[in-house]
């Protein structure tokens, strides 16, 4: 029931109050009542959003509590298709199975795809392709910002890379009118931190070719076939990039010497290897990718990987010696603030033994040790403390090897 107007608690005195102070007294209650009325409304709208917010979550929760009750899928790959069905095998436990498809699934299929089944082993639906998912262990980079002039110490390396790898992808009539093949690739040895990867990408720069890097360690798995299958698809990768730079650091983590050794880990390193060696066999002569690979490890490879026709240049990066030191100084430098008092000779000279990766640690921790002191420039004493520290350091984790 709604108040008359008799039933209204006025704010003036209906006897005492003039009619000016009425029509003032009842402006006041409007203005306040305006007021409540504006809050009230900020208040339902809050109520509103916050509403929609805790639908919107409840509608998120629902889909998902929906999913967590279906039944999971498995992934499958087609091995085999024929008028019984399809031939699939799961990935795993490498269990295969025969299952029927519709006709419209069928033309979809072919051998290689991947597939989701469910637990009957029915084929629910065709995946992408697999190289998508697995180039997330791959370094793609469609434009390396290495030049040959960042690289110092190593000319007569840099010369035989150019030779190996940039002709034959820039220049690859010479080869047809001399009449030979070019090589078919490249295998760069020698201690760590050398340079080894900057001169591939250096190569790969100067190409406009697309660098591809993988680590040999991303390519032993322990289930059957899988390294194998990375080694295909790592190549399958190249093709779709030419012109391309395949650069496999660590190389030796997949093709070492081979053993007498039964364990199913070690079978499975020879089966990548033995992909690896028929992917190399394969390539088109003059094809547009280049392979080139580094290890640290030279002793410990394969003779058959090392065989020509595979790698036909094996070039070692040493060390740099004092000229090369002194040259890596002032390409790490050459955009730092460094004093009149910096010799870069006696840095070299002093950095003895040090990489082409160690001179670029000194050049960074000298840069570090004038931030400490609150100093824009670099003075000679901040790469002596850096060097002193970098050697320390290097010291103590060769002790710690040692130990382990």
């Given at each position: 029931m ?42 339902l ?91 997330r ?13 960042d ?21 690859p009539e ?17 201690p ?37 299958k ?8 190249a ?24 364990t ?19 390539f ?19 003779p ?34 460094v ?19 160690d ?46």
């Amino acid at each position: 029931m709604t108040d008359t107007v008799d039933d209204v608690d006025l704010p003036y005195d209906e006897e005492a109050a003039s009619q000016q102070e009425k029509i003032e007294a009842l402006r006041e209650r409007l203005d306040v009542l305006e007021g409540q009325n504006e809050e009230m409304r900020d208040k339902l709208l809050d109520a509103n959003a916050e509403n929609n917010k805790y639908q919107q979550k409840l509608e998120r929760l629902t889909h998902e509590n929906k999913k967590l009750k279906q039944s999971p899928l498995f992934v499958a790959t087609v091995q085999e298709v024929n008028d019984e069905g399809v031939i699939i095998k799961q990935h795993g436990n490498n269990q295969e199975a025969l299952t029927e498809v519709t006709g419209e699934m069928m033309s979809e299929l072919e051998p290689d795809a991947r597939v989701a089944v469910n637990n009957s082993l029915s084929i629910v639906k065709r995946l992408d392709k697999e190289t998508d998912v697995r180039a997330r262990v791959m370094q793609v980079d469609h434009s390396p910002d290495v030049r040959y002039e960042d690289i110092g110490g190593l000319e007569a390396q840099m010369q035989e890379v150019r030779e190996t790898v940039e002709m034959p992808l820039d220049r690859p009539e010479m080869f047809e009118q001399v009449g030979i093949d070019p090589p078919s690739g490249v295998l760069l040895h020698g201690p760590p931190g050398t340079g080894k990867t900057m001169l591939a990408k250096a190569v790969a720069n100067q190409t406009d070719a697309t660098f591809i890097k993988m680590a040999g360690s991303e390519l032993v798995h322990k289930f059957i076939g899988e390294g194998a299958k990375l080694v295909r698809d790592l190549f399958e990768v190249a093709r779709e990039n030419e012109p391309a730079v395949l650069f496999i650091d660590e190389i030796d983590a997949i093709a070492s010497k081979r053993t007498d050794s039964k364990t199913s880990g070690d079978a499975e390193v020879q089966r990548t290897m033995m992909q690896l060696l028929s992917e190399m066999d394969g390539f088109e002569e003059r094809g547009e990718i280049r392979i080139i690979a580094a290890t640290n490890r030279f002793d410990m490879l394969d003779p058959a990987i090392l065989r020509p026709g595979r790698f036909d240049r094996l070039i070692e990066v040493p060390k740099p010696d004092e000229e090369g030191r002194e040259i890596i100084f002032q390409i790490h430098t050459r955009n730092m603030n460094v004093a009149d008092d910096v010799d870069f000779a006696e840095l070299a000279e002093m950095a003895d033994d040090a990489s082409g990766a160690d001179i670029k640690a000194v050049c960074t921790e000298a840069g570090m040790f004038a931030i400490r002191d609150d100093r824009t420039e670099i003075y000679m004493d901040d790469f002596v403390s850096a060097w002193e520290k970098i050697r320390a350091e290097s010291t103590d984790d060769d002790a710690s090897r040692a130990f382990a």
